[in-house]
């Protein structure tokens, strides 16, 4: 089965400082989505960041980039200019097996301290 | 666009009672599915429909689990009987199947059983 692995239970960032989450993923699929999604307090799900991976091209989104290293199977989410509001669960997840369902990692809980 | 709608935002049940959890996705999408996230567990997919048709239900823990989507517009997940173990948020999330497979969640429906 596929998995989608978050090393990082919890990182912590300083306002205004940059950070990055970690992911990596096992597929045997040559095309696929990878995805980032942003969970806050208020526990609504939101799509920060999506990548395909017959891209080569890092996505972004205003302060949120991703390194996407195909060959390594890993996906990181770098987050500049860190905001209060950037404090969350953030949860990686891919399309498994080329269908419409998302594998979904762990979860990083980000802190951001002022 | 309203985003993915889903009711009750909370509900308090007693052991053994029916529970049924509403959601209605974004309009003209045309796949749903049914999340359940728990500290333990993580965030699980119990079941997901393309053009109302079931797909994929292998995630139902257990046959007091049912979901059915009656049209394009409306899904329910029930619960009978429930138990505490129940105890979760139930996430609906709704995706166009024909795009970038990116799923856009509603706010989750707090499921407790006492």
């Known amino acids: 089965a596929q998995t989608v692995t978050q090393s990082q239970p919890e990182m912590s960032v300083q306002e205004a400082e940059t950070v990055t989450l970690s992911c990596t993923y096992d597929?045997?699929?040559?095309?696929?989505?990878l995805f980032w999604y942003k969970q806050p307090p208020s526990r609504q799900m939101i799509l920060v960041i999506r990548q395909e991976a017959y891209k080569q091209q890092n996505a972004t989104e205003n302060r949120f980039s991703v390194n996407f290293q195909k060959a390594a199977k890993s996906f990181s989410l770098k987050i500049s200019d860190s905001q209060l509001g950037d404090a969350a669960m953030y949860f990686c997840a891919s399309n498994q097996g080329g269908s419409e369902k998302l594998v979904f990692g762990k979860g990083t809980k980000l802190t951001v301290n002022p | 666009d309203a985003g993915v709608i889903q009711s009750p935002r909370h509900e308090v049940t007693e052991m053994g009672q029916e529970v049924t959890l509403r959601c209605k996705p974004i309009?003209?999408?045309?796949?749903l599915f049914w999340y359940r996230q728990t500290m333990m567990r993580g965030l699980e997919l119990l079941i997901y429909?393309?053009?109302?048709?079931?797909?994929?239900d292998s995630g139902m823990p257990e046959d007091r689990f049912s979901a059915k989507m009656p049209n394009a517009s409306f899904s329910t997940l029930k619960i009978q009987p429930s138990e505490p173990r129940d105890s979760a948020v139930y996430f609906c999330?709704?995706?166009?199947?024909?795009?970038?497979?990116?799923?856009?969640f509603g706010p989750g429906t707090r499921l407790t059983v006492t």
């Open positions: 429909f393309n053009n109302n048709v079931p797909i994929d």
């Open positions: 597929t045997s699929e040559s095309d696929y989505y």
């Open positions: 999330a709704s995706s166009l199947r024909e795009g970038t497979y990116e799923q856009y």
């Open positions: 309009s003209g999408h045309n796949s």
